[in-house]
Structures are given as structure tokens and as C-alpha cells.
């Protein structure tokens, strides 16, 4: 049973269209993350939610736009898609009250835009 | 405010032989500190962590890393490499104490093993 699980892992899509990203994660944590790894595999922190509330919102264009339903989901939906939104897009999780905090990650959602 | 520097961006090893990825932090307070590792298409795993316990930290597959603070490191080592060790590597920094904690990732490390 996987713990962070996300989808779809391809994504190939043309420029301009609009597409989203499902994550989930079944382990309990009260907070989720978005990372974009690009193609140097450099991670960069996107978005944080703490118990559906947003409380890291890093330098991204208002283009990406996370969703929190509730505290086991969090969804990225990205408008206008552009060439340099290529990547891998990872959903993780962790407990953030513990300081043992580790990250569960998913296998991460490759979009390649056209 | 935190920052990690990965120093090598690739290091290559032969099977069998010692590994060791540098890793340096920058924290305010007193960090949380991980490695995790990532193969190819694959998502991060946990490999170790540092919290403020014992400085000398075991992790799986037969790594271990030295918190210095001293040295503000925490490099990652394997006395022998073994191929299905190729991997990308990430240390990281977690400040828990302040408010609006962080996680930063560094840069990454590949770890090549040649036969």
C-alpha cells in the first residue's frame, strides 16, 4: 500500500494547455509539499500546506495554483503551461511537529511540455 | 537562515572501495540533518538523519555521517561501495524551531561505482 502516491507519472502536454497533478498520501502527516526537480535534479521547494492551510508559498508564478481538500490530498494545477515547466514534480510528506520529521516522497509526475 | 552545500557534484568510485559525498550546513538554530537517496526514476528515500541525539548516525544499506558541528558538516560514508549504490544523493537542512521551518535540499551529489 503505497504512502504518498501521485498521478499521473508521465504527462506530455502542449504549451498553453492547462494540466494537474494528484497526490495523496495515506500515512497520516499533517503536512505536504510540492518539489519541482529539474533537470539538473535540483529540488526546489514549490509549495507547503499544513493541515490544508498554506504556509510556504516560495517564489512560483501564479500560474501554479496547489489544492488542498483536505489534509491527506494535495493537487497542483498549472494554467498556460510553458517549456520551462518541464520537470519532475515530487509530493512528499512528514509530520511537521516531530522533529524526526521525515519526508515521504512519491515517485514523482514527469511533465514535458511541447 | 539555513543553506547546505553539496561540494561534489559527481563522485566515482570503484566497487569495494570507501565512499564518501561532503556535505556543510549553514542553520540559525540547532538543525535536523538528512541524507536521502534517489535512483534512477524514483522518488527520495531516507537513508539517515541527525537529531540532536548521538553525532555518529547509522543508516541503511551501510551508511553512516558525522555530525560536526564544530565543522558545520555532515558528511555521508560507506567503507565499501557496492554497484546498486549508484544513486543520486541529497543532504538536507530542517530548522525546527523556528516558525516558519524549512527544509532545504542541497544540490545533490551522483555517486558512480565503477566494476
Known amino acids: 500500500d503505497t504512502a504518498v502516491s501521485q498521478t499521473p507519472k508521465y504527462l506530455v502536454t502542449q504549451m498553453g494547455n492547462d494540466k494537474s497533478i494528484k497526490c495523496e498520501q495515506n500515512l497520516g502527516h499533517d503536512t505536504m509539499y510540492w518539489y519541482k526537480q529539474d533537470s539538473k535534479k535540483f529540488l526546489k521547494i514549490m509549495f507547503s500546506?499544513?493541515?490544508?492551510?498554506?504556509?510556504i508559498n516560495e517564489t512560483v508564478p501564479n500560474r501554479f495554483s496547489p489544492k488542498s481538500p483536505d489534509k491527506a490530498h494535495l493537487n497542483l494545477h498549472i494554467n498556460s503551461l510553458e517549456l520551462g515547466d518541464s520537470a519532475v514534480y515530487f509530493c512528499?510528506?512528514?509530520?511537521?511537529?516531530?522533529?524526526?520529521?521525515?519526508?515521504?516522497f512519491g515517485e514523482g509526475s514527469r511533465l514535458t511540455v511541447l | 537562515a539555513q543553506s547546505v552545500t553539496q561540494l561534489d557534484s559527481h563522485v566515482s568510485v570503484s566497487e569495494g572501495t570507501p565512499v564518501l559525498l561532503r556535505c556543510n550546513y549553514s542553520s540559525s538554530y540547532s538543525p535536523s540533518l538528512f541524507w536521502y537517496v534517489q535512483h534512477p526514476n524514483k522518488g527520495l528515500q531516507l537513508l539517515l538523519k541527525?537529531?540532536?541525539?548521538?553525532?555518529l548516525v547509522k543508516g541503511i544499506n551501510g551508511f553512516e555521517a558525522e555530525f560536526k558541528k564544530s565543522e558545520t558538516s555532515f558528511h555521508l560514508t560507506k567503507p565499501s561501495a557496492h554497484m546498486s549504490d549508484a544513486a543520486e544523493y541529497f543532504c538536507?537542512?530542517?530548522?525546527?524551531?523556528?516558525?516558519?521551518?524549512?527544509?532545504?535540499f542541497g544540490s545533490g551529489t551522483r555517486l558512480s561505482i565503477r566494476p
Open positions: 512528499a510528506s512528514t509530520q511537521l511537529t516531530s522533529r524526526d520529521g521525515e519526508l515521504f
Open positions: 538536507v537542512v530542517s530548522d525546527w524551531e523556528s516558525s516558519a521551518s524549512k527544509i532545504i
Open positions: 500546506y499544513n493541515n490544508k492551510e498554506l504556509i
Open positions: 541527525y537529531t540532536s541525539a548521538a553525532t
